[in-house]
């Protein structure tokens, strides 16, 4: 599906407030609008517009960067396009590493090319839900075919695994390549996360790292932990306290 098809992607609300910042939400690998569109529901009702979009799972798992740069510069120009930097501030929420990846292109290009820097002067918060995540030939192949079923879910499972083996000769390892972008980007604005501890797609442990080294990095930090709560279900699991910790951060974030 072509960027320009993804208008319809885009949430208004009815009671936006002039302070409140555009969110832009990076859906996870496989998302389907209608899941996505939830979290765009939940920000209308609380007076923030939102565009929400799902890169394709080629794109997502590419052997090479270039079609992920292509769809993270389209969000960006659509930005600009739709006047989205003017007198606003804007919040990026990535879901998984389906939409940190595109995250990690945004990064790139916000610090790389001019055009994009009223995108990054107005870029005021980051929220992670179950990512980003250490990828590992386990875990991709699971999240990959998650939500699948006989004879899809094999049929994904084999075609992963030679991409995987396709990509490791080609290009090296893009998973420690990925890990290594998102241990450095150091944008100097709030980010809140929100992971559990029995993520099956998520390695804790790294993930905590790279949390503990953003506090170092003088970075503002919130997280929100579970010990039960499925790989981005956490707002299915957990609704009271996921809302509450989304209202505070935007509320926090917004322009006064």
């Known amino acids: 599906m072509a960027f320009q098809q993804l208008g319809k992607a885009e949430t208004m609300s009815p009671i ?13 690998v496989n998302c389907d609008h209608r899941y996505l569109a939830k979290y765009s529901e939940l920000l209308s009702k609380n007076g923030y517009s939102s565009l929400r979009t799902i890169q394709p799972t080629f794109t997502g798992f590419s052997i090479a960067e270039a079609p992920r740069r292509l769809w993270a510069s389209n969000i960006l120009n659509y930005l600009l396009e739709r006047q989205k930097v003017q007198h606003r501030s804007l919040v990026f929420w990535q879901f998984s590493n389906g939409g940190c990846w595109v995250f990690e292109q945004i990064v790139a290009l916000v610090q790389a ?3 994009y820097v009223p995108i990054k002067n107005a870029m005021a918060g980051l929220i992670f839900d179950s990512a980003p ?16 079923r006989f004879p899809i879910k094999q049929l994904l499972q084999a075609a992963f695994l030679v991409m995987t083996l396709l990509t490791f000769v080609l290009v090296g390892n893009t998973s420690k390549r990925f890990w290594n972008r998102m241990l450095k980007e150091t944008l100097a ?6 992971y559990s501890t029995d993520d099956k797609l998520c390695d804790v442990k790294e993930l905590e790292t790279l949390l503990d080294m953003k506090r170092q990095q003088g970075l503002d930090v919130t997280v929100k932990r579970w010990d039960k709560s499925a790989h981005c279900a956490h ?5 009271d306290e996921y809302i509450a910790e989304v209202q505070a951060f935007l509320a926090k974030v917004s322009k006064p």
């Not at 936006?16 to 996870?28: C, K, N, Q, Y």
């Not at 250490?134 to 699948?148: F, H, L, N, Q």
């Not at 707002?235 to 609704?239: A, F, N, S």
């Open 235 to 239: 707002l299915r699991k957990h609704p």
């Open 189 to 194: 604005i709030p980010r809140l996360y929100f």
């Open 113 to 115: 090319q001019g055009r």
């Open 16 to 28: 936006e407030s002039e302070h409140a910042p555009f969110v832009i939400l990076l859906g996870w």
């Open 133 to 148: 995540c250490v990828m590992t030939i386990t875990s991709g192949r699971a999240a990959i075919t998650e939500g699948t």
